[in-house]
């Protein structure tokens, strides 16, 4: 089923996300941080990482009930947050 296959990519894309923060991090902004300052960035990113990974999940699964209403405004909001990510990501 496509919306599986759409889900496992969604799920090593999450990893790749929180790797690349994380290693950023620790390379970059962890030297001058407390260790409650560490826990607490690292804290902070899985938060909102979860919470949008949760949300595209959401989706998919509404896209495959005819039930379901889709909510563009959030599809919009993906979007821009997809397209501020490329934007900023490393090597760009």
Request: proline residues 2%; negative net charge.
């Amino acid at each position: 089923m496509a919306s599986d296959d759409i889900r496992r990519l969604l799920v090593s894309q999450r990893r790749r996300l929180v790797g690349t923060i994380l290693g950023f991090a620790e390379r970059e902004l962890y030297g001058d941080l407390t260790d409650e300052q560490k826990l607490g960035f690292r804290t902070k990113v899985l938060n909102a990482v979860d919470a949008y990974h949760e949300l595209t999940l959401d989706i998919i699964g509404a896209t495959n009930d005819p039930n379901e209403i889709i909510n563009t405004e959030a599809l919009e909001l993906l979007r821009d947050i997809r397209d501020q990510l490329a934007r900023d990501a490393p090597g760009r």
